[in-house]
């Protein structure tokens, strides 16, 4: 199985910037895509951002300019650089890798933004 795990959340204010970061361990070089879901509080968890093994990005028009999804220097790495952080923003972002057509997912690290 596939492990992740993330780090990088906390609490930032309305207009700052974190970088969160996935690592996965295990069956590395049998990922597919890594990449990040948000879930907030009563909403439906809605994707950020994907990247393929290849460097294919996939992400929604309305993460673009503010969510920046790149693969890390170590393989089975990614980060996701989030700035101009905005109060609808805050959601537990969750890490997920797709391995053989299982899709994995780590345990989420919670973004805060205070006005």
């Known amino acids: 199985q596939v492990q992740l795990v993330e780090s990088g959340g906390g609490l930032v204010q309305a207009g700052g910037s974190l970088r969160l970061v996935c690592a996965a361990s295990?069956?590395?070089?049998?990922?597919?895509?890594m990449g990040w879901y948000r879930q907030a509080p009563g909403k439906q968890r809605e994707l950020v951002a994907l990247?393929?093994?290849?460097?294919?990005?996939t992400q929604p028009d309305s993460m673009k300019g503010r969510f920046t999804i790149t693969r890390g220097n170590v393989k089975g790495t990614v980060l996701l650089y989030m700035v101009n952080l905005k109060p609808e923003d805050p959601a537990v972002y969750s890490c997920?890798?797709?391995?053989?057509?299982?899709?994995?997912w780590g345990q989420g690290t919670l973004v805060t933004v205070s006005s």
């Open positions: 997920t890798a797709n391995s053989r057509g299982l899709e994995y």
């Open positions: 295990e069956r590395v070089a049998t990922i597919q895509h």
């Open positions: 990247v393929t093994h290849d460097g294919d990005i």
